[in-house]
């Protein structure tokens, strides 16, 4: 008993501290290695470098140019001799977006129409509303200019790195109505942003996807077979994570229907839910599902 004490106190330390880290707006120029081609800088989001034998590609850039420029150089430390560089974002929000500035004029810069169309509707807005909420937030991301992406894709776009290709992928909305996948092979590595995460509530913030969307979306996500998952707000772990993914987002909206049909209010549902997750789950940092039922309750019939 004392044994399995201490093992749960040790389990909740090291969530806590990666959390911790997680959590961390600057990022620091350590990386960990995920699988054959690709690498992780993990801090506040994860970003992904994938690099190939002429090219690397970067995968969000951290909030704000200073953040940015971190990323650039890291990229550059791990393929001195790769020219080109490429660089995509998960989904708009400011620290996956706004450190766009800080990398080399030349790179080249893709996301699907969606995200940038939502960049154009709501960037701003996200990088006032986070601004507001910490002076260090307001300093990295003072003066932020966006530019235009070179290249903007409908589905999918595939971007040969050399010896290693990146499937840049839309599949609908989730956590945003431009959530992009990339898919690296042949690693079979997915770098998934806010879609799949790991011992994580799903959240759906302002006019994003809606539940049974995302539900949608892990359908053709769990198509790609893939064997490593990169999330951007949490740890990295394997294929299951997908299948986990949409089993979590399953649960909480069946039950959230069923009480809505029985007239429990939002609030309460969203109490009653988030305290069944916390008893299933007492190693996750946070199981408040609140928002998420409130986007099931939500959801057009
Ligand atoms: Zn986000």
Known sequence: MKRLFTLL?????????????????ILSENTTKISDHVWAIMGFPNVAIV?????????DTGMGPKNGATVARVAAKLAPANTKLFLTTTHFHPEHASGEPGFPPNTILIRDSVQQQEMVKHGQEMIDMFSSRSAQNHDLLSGVVLRSPDVTFDQEATVDLGGVTARLLWFGGAHTKGDELTFVEPDRTLVSGDVVQNKTIPNIYGDGGTPATWLAVLDKVA???????LPDHSTPGDGSLVASERALISEIRTRALALKSQGVSADDAGKQISADLKTQHPDWPNTNA?????SVYAEPQ
């Open 290 to 294: 609140a928002h998420f039922v409130a």
């Open 51 to 59: 690099v190939g034998s002429h090219a690397t590609l970067v995968v």
């Open 9 to 25: 106190l040790l389990a909740g330390w090291a969530a806590t501290s990666a959390f911790a880290q997680m959590s961390q707006p």
């Open 223 to 229: 198509t790609l077979g893939a064997e490593h998952v």
